[in-house]
């Protein structure tokens, strides 16, 4: 159970709207995905509030820690626990103090969106950091990235509820999906995924992520960050999304739906049984 659970904070909440369908209407019972300001401490300061659904916090702690470079390895993650506060909720973290004494020049101290990975970041450096070069990684065969799109919707349990909330998912070669992190930041819920795969020391250049959201440069950025190899949206990348995959040899997929995709980078690791050029 996540530790956001034993504190009272749920995921989402239940309620009865006014729905309507054309002429008519009904009141009916909805859920709808809950967004709580989630401050995010280092060593007793506190550097960024983000809202965030209110589930594996732990592994968002970590995910985050590391996709901004804060710390290098999750075993520097030295301490986490997750408090509960009347407005909100605290993760408080520790980490080694070299690391702590670093962050001088990646403070953020402002709230981040639901809506995008930059908010707070005060330097184009900050905002615009570039990952070094991800390795080799393993080629995925087209069908596999399919099937997976296939069986994503049946994974996404809060989404099933609420409709609201953006996935991350880990593709792994033998397995097929094998972990799933929602939240309504679609970064936020990269970042648990991350995180979560972290924690049970994944390789991150031994399997290929899956996101149900546009391909916008923070996802590029965080993916990169750890090494993951080939990165697949089922909507849009932007430009500078494009550019930095491509600086970074990360595969970039976008609009991945059903058995359509576009490869933006790098397309020697997507493996195609047939193909022909209309």
Known sequence: MDAISEL???????????VWRGPSHQYKEDSVAEEVPVVLVYNTVPHVVMLTTPLNLEDFALGFSLTEGIIRHPSEMLTVRVVQR?????VRMTIPEPRFDSMHDKGRNMTGRTG??????TSLEQAIRRPRPVGQGLPLAAETLVTALRDMPGKQTLNLKTGAVHAA????PVLGIT??????????ALDKLI??????GCNFDQG?????????????????????TL?????????????????CGLTLVGFARNENHVIYTHPHRLQHTQASVA
């Open 8 to 18: 009272g904070w749920a995921s989402y909440r239940k309620g009865q709207y006014d």
């Open 86 to 90: 009347s407005k909100g909720i605290e």
């Open 116 to 121: 995008c990975g930059l908010c707070g970041a």
């Open 169 to 172: 998912a880990w593709l792994d």
């Open 179 to 188: 972990a799933v992190r929602e939240d309504v930041g679609r970064h936020n």
């Open 195 to 200: 995180g979560a795969l972290a924690k049970a």
């Open 208 to 228: 290929w992520c899956l996101v149900t959201s546009r391909a916008s440069f923070e996802m590029v950025q965080k993916a990169a960050s750890v090494g993951i």
């Open 231 to 247: 990165l697949a949206a089922i909507s849009a990348p932007t430009g500078l999304a494009i550019q930095l995959a491509d600086e």
